[in-house]
């Protein structure tokens, strides 16, 4: 069945460091990806998605390429702040759509220090 | 933000205790969705709704019940709690589409002891 793996935190970083975080799936056709991100003690919301092949979501200086070859979806940022530590999860939607149920990675946790 | 509230937030109960967890929406979307949240598992569907009375499984549905008698309600019932099911639950709603973006409650905090 389709499922998605990300890379396995915590990655902690220092203030104004470049973040990659690793996503990749595995899907028949071609589902619609998703990075939501998760605040302390707060609910899941959406940071930024792409729902076709090499469409580009960004939201917050965060982008994420769909890359239908290499069946990737990393997130990165040029520059992290201290308020950019949450989990983030990666997700998708699958081709044959039940009711827009997500599938998600298990999440990874960002730590930013000053 | 979307207009989605749980209650209770926090809950503390015994096992063998039934409890009802319940998810409120004002957006009138068609979908609704309960997940637990554990460490290393990410979020795990245990039910989800298409509509008033209409709800199917999730890959965790063992030991939980759901129903949804209104559009804007949806209740997730453990009917004898067990210590296992001590987590983090969200309700989300979403229009349902390939495409479309779920939107999540701030969660309840159920510890059974």
């Known amino acids: 069945g389709d499922s998605v793996t990300q890379m396995e935190g915590p990655v902690t970083l220092s203030e104004e460091a470049f973040l990659t975080i690793n996503c990749t799936y595995t899907?028949?056709?071609?589902?619609?990806l998703f990075w939501y991100v998760q605040y302390p003690g707060e609910g899941l919301q959406l940071l930024l998605k792409?729902?076709?092949?090499?469409d580009k979501g960004s939201n917050k200086g965060f982008e994420a390429t769909y890359r239908k070859e290499t069946t990737s979806f990393h997130l990165e940022k040029g520059s992290v702040q201290v308020s950019d530590s949450a989990v983030y999860f990666c997700?998708?939607?699958?081709?044959?759509?039940?009711?827009?149920?997500?599938?998600f990675g298990q999440g990874t946790e960002l730590s930013v220090k000053p | 933000d979307a207009g989605i509230t749980q209650s209770p937030r926090h809950k503390v109960t015994e096992t063998g205790t039934p409890v009802t967890l319940r998810c409120h929406q004002t957006?009138?979307?068609?979908?609704m969705y309960w997940y637990r949240q554990d460490p290393g598992h990410g979020l795990r569907l245990i039910h989800y709704?298409?509509?008033?009375?209409?709800?199917d499984k999730g890959e965790v549905s063992d030991g939980y019940s759901v129903s949804r008698s209104k559009t804007e309600d949806f209740l997730l019932t453990l009917e004898s709690a067990t210590s296992s099911q001590t987590s983090v639950y969200f309700c989300?709603?979403?229009?349902?589409?390939?495409?479309?973006?779920?939107?999540f409650g701030p969660g309840t905090r159920l510890l059974v002891l």
């Open positions: 989300a709603i979403s229009s349902g589409g390939r495409k479309e973006t779920q939107y």
């Open positions: 997700a998708l939607i699958p081709s044959y759509n039940q009711g827009g149920k997500l599938i």
């Open positions: 957006e009138n979307h068609r979908y």
């Open positions: 792409a729902t076709k092949a090499d």
């Open positions: 899907a028949t056709g071609y589902p619609s």
């Open positions: 709704s298409y509509g008033v009375k209409d709800t």
